[in-house]
């Protein structure tokens, strides 16, 4: 009988804004990790999936709702829960094998034996050789390597992996990937169950036995698929393809509910969050989608091959033309829009007349900034206003984003300009003139 390891029933989780409001980043969350079973999550940037790992591990707590580990609640650190971080978490100053170590030595184990471990987690995760090296001198799959073995020498019940493969480039996380694939498969692993945060598609696909896909604002599980598919599993094949193409599909649904709620006559609110996409990536995006074979609607997949961009990318450009009504996501699709069209055959004024106006009518801070500095007799304010006002929805890192972007977005189309130097933003010259007492209307 397969038994249920991590249960979450109802679990929410809000942290504090700049001004002391509550911002909501889990709700409603029901999940069960079972024995046997890899589950990979999936969703874009600040839908939770980090928080709720954490949440998962013991290291933070749920404001609502139970966790337990193996029935019993958790309320704190799981000596049983393992962890692999997307950052290597190394010591510098310490070697392979004191890095690995380290864990047992915190629970108290002597010299000998933790030694004797240490060497064992190393062997399997393919370090041998290495033990006495320093992070520095090892490369960034080995360094990863060493974080896994840390995390294994502890032979947990649960392995919990937020990123891991992320930072590394594609063809060293593909090996990763694969080696601890190979041992999860022939049963050499301690853990029993893994869960795999990633914004890979494909890896979550070639990894997983379950995809869950969190929607935010606040983050909620919206979608659930059973990979059947028996490995080793081939990229290539079409049961793969067809599960990356329905996982595509409902990653971008989400994308694209947002984006004509976004288009809507009721404004969104000035702190909601942006995708983090720079103009020329869009502007790259929009000219192939027009071209053959592609000819204005292209399967997302496809063109992440055509592009050679990572899903994260693609997912944040796409969803940014959507925004601005340039294109459409559409079940997997992105198909441009008749303006969209216009934009691509344009001069470089006109595209840029076009993205300030679509900036304007689709962002409203933007909107809001615009009109502040029509306002100010100067022409000029300083960013720290709508930095404080981002803050009362999203937390500093997240408001910092939002306003880079919606700066960057802005400056393209010439609805503001932004001085880096003295962190200011103003009119664009010329309007600022104009704006000063006695300039023209």
């Not at 010591?91 to 030595?105: I, R």
């Not at 049963?187 to 914004?199: D, E, F, N, Q």
């Not at 990979?227 to 049961?239: C, F, G, L, M, T």
Request: hydrophobic share 45%; proline share 5%.
């Amino acid at each position: 009988m397969v038994q249920d390891i991590i249960e979450l029933r109802d679990v929410s989780k809000s942290f504090r804004s700049a001004d002391g409001h509550a911002r909501p980043v889990l709700d409603g969350i029901d999940f069960t990790l079972r024995e046997g079973e890899i589950v990979a999550l999936l969703g874009a940037s600040g839908s939770g999936k980090s928080t709720l790992l954490r949440i998962m591990a013991g290291l933070i707590g749920a404001d609502r709702g139970s966790v337990t580990y193996r029935g019993q609640p958790l309320h704190g650190p799981a000596r049983a829960i393992g962890m692999v971080f997307q950052s290597f978490a190394l010591f510098p100053w310490l070697t392979v094998q004191q890095n690995v170590e380290l864990g047992l030595e915190a629970r108290g184990m002597a010299p000998a034996a933790r030694a004797e471990r240490a060497a064992a987690a190393i062997e399997l995760i393919g370090l041998t050789g290495f033990e006495g090296a320093l992070p520095r001198e090892l490369s960034g799959g080995m360094r990863q390597r060493v974080g896994i073995a840390r995390a294994l020498v502890t032979e947990p019940d649960v392995l919990l992996m937020d990123e891991a493969f992320s930072a590394l480039d594609v063809l060293t996380g593909e090996r990763l990937r694969e080696d601890i694939l190979e041992l999860w498969t022939s049963g050499k692993l301690p853990t029993r169950a893994m869960l795999v945060v990633s914004h890979n598609i494909e890896e979550a696909v070639l990894m997983a036995d379950r995809v869950l896909i969190l929607g935010r604002d606040p983050g909620r599980i919206r979608f659930q698929i059973a990979v059947q598919v028996p490995r080793p599993r081939d990229p290539d094949s079409a049961d793969v393809r067809a599960l990356v193409d329905e996982v595509y599909a409902l990653m971008a649904a989400g994308r694209g509910r947002a984006a004509r709620a976004a288009g809507a006559a009721e404004p969104s609110p000035l702190g909601r969050r942006l995708p983090k996409a720079d103009v020329a990536r869009m502007e790259d995006l929009l000219d192939i989608l027009v071209e053959e074979p592609f000819s204005g609607r292209a399967d997302l997949p496809e063109l992440a091959e055509a592009t050679e961009l990572g899903d994260r990318e693609l997912l944040s450009a796409a969803d940014a033309l959507a925004v601005l009504g340039l294109a459409q996501l559409e079940r997997g699709d992105l198909e441009i829009t008749p303006l969209g069209r216009r934009y691509v055959a344009g001069s470089h004024a006109l595209r840029q007349e076009i993205f300030g106006q679509q900036v304007l009518a689709h962002v409203p801070l933007a909107a809001h900034i615009r009109h502040s500095l029509e306002q100010e007799p100067s022409g000029q304010l300083p960013e720290e206003p709508f930095l404080r006002l981002l803050a009362e929805h999203l937390d500093q890192a997240d408001a910092k984003r939002v306003l880079e972007t919606v700066i960057a977005w802005s400056r393209h189309g010439e609805v503001f300009e932004y001085d880096y130097n003295a962190g200011t933003i103003h009119l664009p010259t010329g309007e600022d003139d104009a704006a000063a007492p006695g300039g023209a209307g």
